[in-house]
């Protein structure tokens, strides 16, 4: 991903209680519709997703190693994936393409399973699992780890959901550049995906797309990102907030180009749920495509708030795309 620019906007808004037993209705209310969690006031509702499930996968996933297009670290990442989709009763298709980078055509690998609805409509759900390629060893906790781990949990959390639209799992090969980011050097896989969706005629099929991008930092802080669809933000974030989450869904802006991109060109509804500040620093973070970003720095339970806002937001986007 790449950025490109950031808006801000900080409301605030506050209350006071005229009597004491006002403001005790409002602290119980709170207690109820809230919840609460470790560091903080959490989500009453709590998905299927489980935190300590998707961090073993991405340690699992880290554990090959740098996973760049087209190595054998990737090949292996590729096979336990496969055989969690299997496990969690989908059966997962490889999509192999030839991706012409600047060092020559590159066998890339597409992951995609299918759990089908009662009507043609379908959500996507997407997200990487390359690593960039450098000249050390690059693992991706969260750049690349925690998409694919999220990506598997959610295929798990979601075996009992209710929705009328076929739900897709895509996990996507080469959206890093193989040398530097350039609209032809990056998003293979999701432009590939496109144009596939496009010869086989079933692009007008898809009706929204989520792509999560490194949402497994400590301190998870996913903006708006500017250019994505703003039906699709509004529920997600209405979503978080009502589950208690405005902390880690604030209302500020940033653009970033990723995965979603191909998809919003092609007239395709696309949200990129994205935490560009990934260490200290101004975005995108000191550890962004360093050998710092290592599992240390990661935590499940922002995979899990994620996955409880998407699990919680799907219904409604589901009623969306079939009315």
């Known amino acids: 991903m790449k950025p490109k620019r950031s808006k801000t906007t900080r409301p605030v808004k506050r209350t006071n209680a005229k009597w004491w037993l006002a403001g005790i209705v409002i602290v119980v209310a709170g207690a109820v519709w809230y919840g609460f969690r470790g560091g903080g006031v959490g989500a009453a509702k709590d998905s299927p997703f489980m935190a300590d499930r998707a961090f073993a996968d991405r340690t699992q996933i880290v554990g090959y190693g ?27 298709q490889l999509d192999e393409f030839q991706g012409k980078t600047p060092r020559g055509a590159r066998k890339m690998v597409n992951i995609r399973a299918v759990r089908p609805g009662a009507r043609p409509a379908a959500i ?37 959901l209710k929705l009328q639209s076929t739900l897709e799992f895509v996990f996507f090969d080469g959206e890093e550049a193989v040398v530097e980011w350039t609209e032809a050097d990056s998003l293979y896989g999701s432009r590939h995906d496109v144009e596939r969706r496009v010869e086989d005629g079933s692009l007008r099929q898809l009706k929204a797309l989520i792509l999560v991008d490194m949402i497994g930092d400590k301190n998870l802080n996913i903006k708006k990102e500017y250019d994505s669809t703003d039906w699709l933000k509004t529920i997600i974030w209405n979503t978080a907030s009502s589950l208690g989450f405005s902390r880690e869904f604030p209302s500020d802006s940033i653009s970033v180009t990723d995965d979603h991109v191909p998809y919003l060109k092609a007239a395709i509804p696309a949200v990129d749920l994205i935490d560009f500040e990934y260490g200290p620093g101004a975005s995108p973070g000191q550890y962004w495509h360093t050998a710092a970003d290592t599992l240390d720095k990661t935590s499940g339970k922002s995979l899990k708030v994620v996955g409880d806002v998407i699990y919680f937001s799907l219904p409604e986007i589901d009623q969306r795309v079939n009315r």
Not at 72 to 91: F, H, M, N, P, W
Not at 133 to 138: L, R
């Open 66 to 92: 740098a996973r760049p297009a087209g190595s054998d670290a990737l090949a292996g990442t590729r096979a336990y994936i496969v055989s969690e989709l299997q496990k969690a009763g989908l059966k997962p």
């Open 124 to 160: 996507a759900l997407v997200g990487h699992y390359d690593t960039k390629v450098f000249d050390f060893s690059f693992v991706g906790a969260n750049d690349g780890g925690s998409s694919a781990a999220w990506l598997l949990e959610m295929a798990r959390a979601t075996s009992d």
